[in-house]
C-alpha cells in the first residue's frame, strides 16, 4: 500500500473509532461539574481466597470478609464515565464525605475505619460483572450497585458470595424474595408503588380544581423493569379510580440508536399523546426522553395537560434548557428522597460536609441520593456491630432484624423486618419544578460554598401516601419479565 | 537442520506446524506456564490467581476464539470484515435460545451449553455464507462498509427480537457456563463452583480458565492448520491478488465464500461463550465497538498469523487494566507526594482547574479511563498500520532477526 492509501486506511478506522466512541457520551442534556477527585480506588486489604480465617479481633467481633481488625471495606459498582455518570459521580461523592468526613471523623464503626473500595462500571453488564469479581473478594458488602440490568446480572453471584448489596434502582422486585432472594436491601418505594401514589395524589388535585371530574390519562414508558413496573403501578391506580386511558404508550419509549433518543424515535409517542388530548400524562423515561417528548408535544398543540412520571424522568438540569418554563407551569416531580435545599432536619449536616469538601460544586439532588445510601449502610454495620457478627452473613441479618433505619428528614425512615408487604416502603414526596426560583438563585453558576443554593425544585407534599398505596398488599414484584403486568389489565 | 530454520530439505518438514525444536519447547513451556496461572505457583504471575485476573483472562481467551476467526477471512484472505460483532451476536442469541431457560416471554430449551455453542457457530457460518456474495462483487473499504450495515441490522433485530434477546438495554440470561453432555442439572464437569480439581482448589473462573485454555488452543491449532491446507493457500492466494488467482484456478467465490463461513462460525462460537460466560448481557452489547476491538486485535497482534492473534488479543483485553492500574499507581504517587508526584500531577486530573489528560470521571475537559482505552485503540491500530503493519509479530520478527545477525547489522 502507497502511503496515501495507509492514510485513507487510518483516517476511516479513526472515523470508525470516533463512531464507536460515541456511544459514551452523556444522556443527560449539559455537562455535569467537573468532579474533584474524591472517588479514590483504595489499596485491596487482602485478595487470599475466601475460605482463609481471620484472627479473632480484640473486642469478640465476629468476622469474616472485608472486615479488618481496624478497618470495615464496603464496595460501590458505580457508572463513573457512562451514561448516567452525571448523576452517579455526585452519588459517589457523597457517601465519600459521608464515609470519610462523618463516620470515619466521628470514629468509625465499632473502633474500625470505613474504607469505600470504587470501581467505575461504565454502565456496561460486562463490565459490571467485571468490576464485581475483581474487588468482591476485599468487602463485606456494596454499598451501590448501579443500574438494574447490571445489578440483575451478579444476582446469582450475590447469592452464591452471600454478600448484602444496595441496588441504585428502584424495581419493585428488589422486594421480592422470590426475586432478590432476599440479598438486594432497596431504599425509598418502587417504581410501582410510586405510580400508583402519584397517580391518585394528582387526581384528587385535578377533582378539587375541577368540580369533581375525573382526569383522562396518557400513558408513555420505557421497556423493562424500569418502564413497565411504573406502568402496572399507573394502570392498577387508574383501574381503580375509574379513569379513561386515552393513550397506552407503555414499553414504547424505545430508541433505534442506544446514544440518542431522536427526533423519529420519539414521533409516534408524540403523535399518541396530542391526538388523545389527555388531562394528564404520566412518564417513565430518561430526562433527555422527557425533554423530547414534552417538547414535541407541546409543539403539537398540547398545552393544558399536566404532566408528571417517575422519579428518574426529571433532572434539575432540565432546568438549564429551553424546557424549564414549561416544566415549572405543567410538571409534577416525584422524589423518593427530599431535594437539595428542603428545609428538613437533616439538610443542614449534609450541607455542611459536601460543602467543606467540595466547595466549588454545584448544588445537585444525587447528592442525597449517596448520602441516603451510606447512611443506610452505616445503620446496617452499626447494628452488625453491636450484634458482636460483621460476617456478611451478621451484615445481612442485621439489615434483616434492625428496628428503624432513620434519615433525618432526607428520606422516610423505614425497616427490612417481616414481609415484603409489612417492610416496603410507601412514602414519597412531590416537588414542583421552579426556574424562577433556581435561576434568582444562580442557575448552574451555583456553588456550594455561596449558601444552600437550590436545584429548583419547591416541595408541595411530602412525606405522604396515599390509600391506594397504604392499601396495596405488597407480595411480590408488580411486572417481571416472564409474566409481565401481574397486578393489573 | 539445527540454527537452519528456513532450510528446509523435505516437503513435510516446510509443512509442519511447528518446524523447529525451539518452537515445540517454547509452545511446550507457554502451555504449562498457562496451565499453572490459577494455581498461582510460579512467580511473577501469582498475581494472576485471583478471581478477578482470572476472569479477564477467560474473556481474553474466549475473544482469542473470535480474533482467530478474523484473522481468517481478514488476515488469511484479505476480506475486511466490520462485521464480526452482528457474527458474535447471531452465536449469542443462538446459544440463548438452545441453552437457555425458557419463561413466557423467552425462548430456551435448556440443552448443554455445548450444543449451544456448536449451534450458535453452525447459525453464524450460515449467515456467513449468505453474506459472502457481497464480498465477491465488492473489496476494500466498499467491503468494510457493507459488512459495518450488518452490525447495524443486528443491533436492530436484536433489540426487537424480544422472545430471543429480552428486553431493550436489559436483556436475557444465559444457560450456565458447565460442561454437560445431555442433562444440565448433571454436569461432566462442573465450571461454576469453587472446589478442587485434581487435589487443587481452585475458583470457579480458575475452572473456566483452564477450560477455555484448551477450547481458544484448539480453535487456534485448527486455523494454524487451515493456512497449510488447500483452502488456506487458496485464500492467501485471493488476499495478494484476486485476479491473480483466479487465472491461477482458485475459485475467487467459493473460497470467499469458505473464508466467511469458518470466520463466521468461530465468531458465533465466540459470541456463545462470551455471552454464557457473562451470564446475562443486553442486546446493545453487540455494538461497532466489539468490531472495532476485533480489527484492533487483529491489526495490533499482526494480520494472518496466529501468534499475532494470541499477542493481539492479550494486549487489547489487558490493557484497559493496565491502564486503570497506571493511573492507580500515579495517584498513589500524588497523594504520597514521591519524587514521581509532578510527572504524575501532569498526566492525571485530580480536581477541578487542575491540568491532566486522564482524569477520574468523565466531567470537564479530562478522559475518563473507559475513554483513554477507546482512544488508544484508535491510535494504536493508526500507529501500527503506518509503521508495523505486521503488528506486535513485525516487532518480534525484528527483535529475533537483530540477534541473530548480531553483531552484524545485516
Known sequence: ????????????????????????????????????????????????????????????????????????????????????????????????????????????????????????????????????????????????????????????????DNVLAIPLSWYSGWADPEFDQGITFELGTNYCLEGMNVMEWLVERFKADNDGALPSLAIATRAGDYGQDAAAGVKYAAQQLGLEIKYDGEGLIVRSNPAEYTAADATPVITGIVAAQPDIVWLTSAPSETAVIMGGALQGGLTTAQWTGSVPSYDFRLLDSALAEALTGLFWQPNYAVSWGTDVPGMAQVSEVLTARYPDRRPSDAFILGWTEARAMEQILRQAAANGDMTRQGVIDAANTIDTIVMDGAGPDFNYQGSPDDYVVRELYMYKPNVQAYLAAGGMDQKLEDGLGTTGSELVDGPFVMPLAENFNFTGACWTQEEGNRISG | MRGRPLLHVDYESEQSLFPTMAQKVILTIGALLAL???????????????????????????????????????????????????????????????????????????????????????????????????????????????????????????????????????????????????????????????????????????????????????????????????????????????????????????????????????????????????????????????????????????????????????????????????????????????????????????????????????????????????????????????????????????????????????
Not at chain 1, 83 to 99: E, K, N, R
Open chain 2, 36 to 410: 499453572s496461572i490459577p494455581v498461582g505457583v510460579v512467580p511473577g504471575l501469582k498475581f494472576l490467581a485471583s478471581p478477578g485476573w482470572l476472569q479477564i483472562l477467560v474473556i481474553a481467551l474466549i475473544f482469542m476464539v473470535g480474533a482467530a476467526g478474523l484473522n481468517i477471512v481478514t488476515g488469511m484472505a484479505g476480506q475486511v470484515s466490520l462485521g464480526h460483532a452482528f457474527f458474535m451476536g447471531v452465536g449469542a442469541y443462538t446459544a440463548a435460545a438452545v441453552s437457555g431457560h425458557p419463561t413466557e416471554a423467552l425462548w430456551g430449551l435448556e440443552l448443554p451449553m455445548w450444543l449451544g455453542a456448536i449451534a450458535g457457530g453452525l447459525v453464524a457460518a450460515i449467515l456467513g455464507i449468505v453474506i459472502a456474495p457481497t464480498a465477491v462483487r465488492v473489496r476494500g473499504l466498499y467491503l468494510a462498509i457493507v459488512t459495518l450495515g450488518l452490525v447495524f441490522i443486528g443491533q436492530h433485530v436484536f433489540r426487537n427480537w424480544n422472545q430471543v434477546s429480552g428486553i431493550p438495554e436489559l436483556g436475557r440470561e444465559w444457560g450456565p457456563f458447565q460442561l454437560a453432555l445431555w442433562d444440565i442439572d448433571g454436569p461432566a464437569l462442573d465450571l461454576s463452583t469453587d472446589g478442587e480439581w485434581f487435589g487443587v482448589f481452585l475458583p470457579h473462573e480458575g475452572k473456566a480458565f483452564i477450560f477455555m485454555l484448551v477450547v481458544a488452543g484448539l480453535f487456534l491449532l485448527l486455523s494454524k492448520n487451515l493456512a497449510r491446507t488447500r483452502i488456506g493457500r487458496a485464500f492467501a492466494a485471493i488476499r495478494d491478488r484476486d485476479v491473480a488467482a483466479e487465472i491461477m484456478g482458485v475459485h475467487e467465490a467459493k473460497a470467499k465464500t469458505q473464508a466467511f463461513a469458518i470466520s463466521s462460525f468461530y465468531a458465533g462460537v465466540a459470541g456463545a461463550l462470551y455471552a454464557t460466560f457473562l451470564g446475562f448481557l443486553p442486546p446493545e452489547q453487540w455494538n461497532l465497538f466489539l468490531s472495532v476491538q476485533f480489527i484492533a486485535i487483529i491489526l495490533i497482534g499482526g494480520a494472518g498469523t496466529t501468534i499475532g492473534v494470541v499477542l493481539g488479543t492479550l494486549f487489547v483485553q489487558l490493557l484497559p487494566r493496565l491502564v486503570e492500574n497506571f493511573t492507580g499507581f500515579l495517584e498513589e504517587q500524588i497523594v504520597g507526594e514521591t519524587w514521581l508526584a509532578p510527572l504524575a500531577d501532569l498526566i492525571i486530573k485530580t480536581g477541578e482547574g487542575d491540568f491532566g489528560i486522564l482524569s477520574l470521571a468523565a466531567q470537564g475537559p479530562g478522559l475518563s479511563i473507559f475513554q483513554a482505552n477507546t482512544i488508544l485503540y484508535g491510535l494504536l491500530i493508526a500507529a501500527f498500520l503506518i509503521f508495523e503493519p505486521l503488528g506486535l509479530y513485525g516487532i518480534w520478527l525484528r527483535i529475533r532477526n537483530y540477534w541473530k545477525g548480531w553483531p552484524f547489522t545485516y
Open chain 1, 1 to 160: 500500500m502507497s502511503l496515501k492509501k495507509k492514510l485513507i486506511v487510518v483516517g476511516f478506522v479513526l472515523a470508525l473509532v470516533a463512531t464507536a466512541c460515541g456511544d459514551s457520551t452523556d444522556d443527560t442534556t449539559t455537562a455535569a461539574p467537573a468532579t474533584t477527585a474524591a472517588p479514590t480506588t483504595t489499596a485491596a486489604p487482602t485478595t487470599a481466597a475466601p475460605t482463609t480465617t481471620v484472627a479473632p479481633p480484640a473486642d469478640d467481633i465476629m468476622t469474616d470478609i472485608g472486615v479488618t481488625d481496624d478497618e470495615i471495606f464496603v464496595g460501590l459498582l458505580a457508572d463513573l464515565s457512562g451514561p448516567f455518570s452525571g448523576l452517579t459521580v455526585d452519588i459517589v461523592d457523597a457517601q465519600v464525605a459521608y464515609w470519610e468526613d462523618v463516620v470515619n471523623a466521628g470514629g468509625g464503626i465499632a473502633g474500625r475505619t470505613v474504607v469505600p473500595v470504587i470501581e467505575d462500571t461504565v454502565y456496561n453488564v460486562a463490565t459490571h460483572g467485571e468490576k464485581y469479581t475483581k474487588i468482591v473478594d476485599q468487602v463485606v458488602a456494596f454499598s451501590n450497585s448501579t443500574g438494574s440490568p447490571h445489578t440483575a446480572s451478579i444476582l446469582s453471584q450475590l447469592q452464591e
